[in-house]
């Protein structure tokens, strides 16, 4: 069963072919991470599975009644504006204080309504954008770049975080990232693109791939490294896990 599929979709802004014959699609509680250089077409695919980018040829589909949930690159908070993390929780649906409280506690968050949103750390705000997304109980929820800015130790705590929510509530989670890291050993597929879909499969095996290596040159190869030390630390098989629980592993 998928619940969201792209068909060999092209998406051109003017004259410019942004997104060329790509397909994909997405079932009940996998994690695809998408990744690919600056300006590869990622944030316009995940636009284009949501229905806000046009296509220009193939096609989209979401299951009917699909309950998704989107988290854009970049948020505009007005920092003269304060605004609390309870305040925030009901932008734009109204949310009951237990419900807020829930979703806080899931995220490690328990106990920060009062916190204002312009003095959260980095990876605080991150936790609280998921915390908003998961109101609405998607089944789907799609994050852009939900780990820019943070560090190492941050990154790894918050892809954490994603495996215990994908445990817990069954989404099927599809990421952006620009870089392929040791966080990446929460990813049960990524998909490498530049425009195309140079290649995809388990972070393994596209961590290997030439088209993958051509793309990121040999800078990557640290991280690779270490990628795999805890990758085969933690997971001797290259198989998905869908329904274990990862939390109390050390990724980094
Ligand atoms: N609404 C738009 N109108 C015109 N061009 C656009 C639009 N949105 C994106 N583009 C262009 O499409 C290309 C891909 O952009 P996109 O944001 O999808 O890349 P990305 O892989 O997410 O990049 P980054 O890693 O820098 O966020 C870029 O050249 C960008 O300028």
Redesign the pocket.
């Known amino acids: 069963m998928s619940l969201v599929t792209a068909s060999h979709i092209c998406v051109r ?2 004259a ?1 072919e ?1 997104l060329h014959d790509v397909s994909l699609s997405l079932a009940p509680g996998e994690i695809v991470t998408i990744l ?10 995940l636009r284009a599975l949501l229905g806000i980018v046009p296509v220009a040829e193939g096609s989209v589909t979401r299951a009917p009644g699909l309950r998704l949930a989107y988290v854009p ?1 970049r948020l505009m908070i007005d920092r003269t504006m304060p605004i609390t993390v309870r305040r925030f929780l009901s932008l734009p649906v109204r949310t009951t204080d237990t419900a807020a409280a829930e979703a806080l506690a899931r995220v490690g968050m328990a106990g920060r309504e009062a916190d204002q949103m312009t003095q959260l750390s980095g990876g605080q705000l991150q936790r609280v954008l998921l915390a908003r997304a998961l109101l609405g109980q998607p089944q789907v929820l799609m994050l852009d ?1 939900p780990t820019q800015g943070l560090d190492q130790p941050g990154e790894a705590a918050f892809y954490r975080l994603i495996e215990e929510v994908r445990h817990d509530t069954g989404a099927a989670i599809l990421m ?1 990232s ?1 870089d392929l890291h040791v966080v990446m050993a929460a990813s049960d597929r990524v998909i490498c693109l530049n425009g195309h879909i140079c290649c995809e499969g388990t972070p393994r095996v596209v961590s290997t791939a030439p088209e993958y290596r051509a793309l990121f040159g040999l800078g990557t190869q640290g991280a690779l490294a270490l990628y795999r030390h805890e990758h085969d630390h933690d997971h001797p098989a290259d198989e998905p896990h869908p329904h274990h629980h990862h939390h109390d592993h050390h990724h980094a």
């Open positions: 802004f003017g410019e942004v690919g250089p600056n300006g590869s077409g990622k944030s316009t695919l690159q770049e952006v620009h």
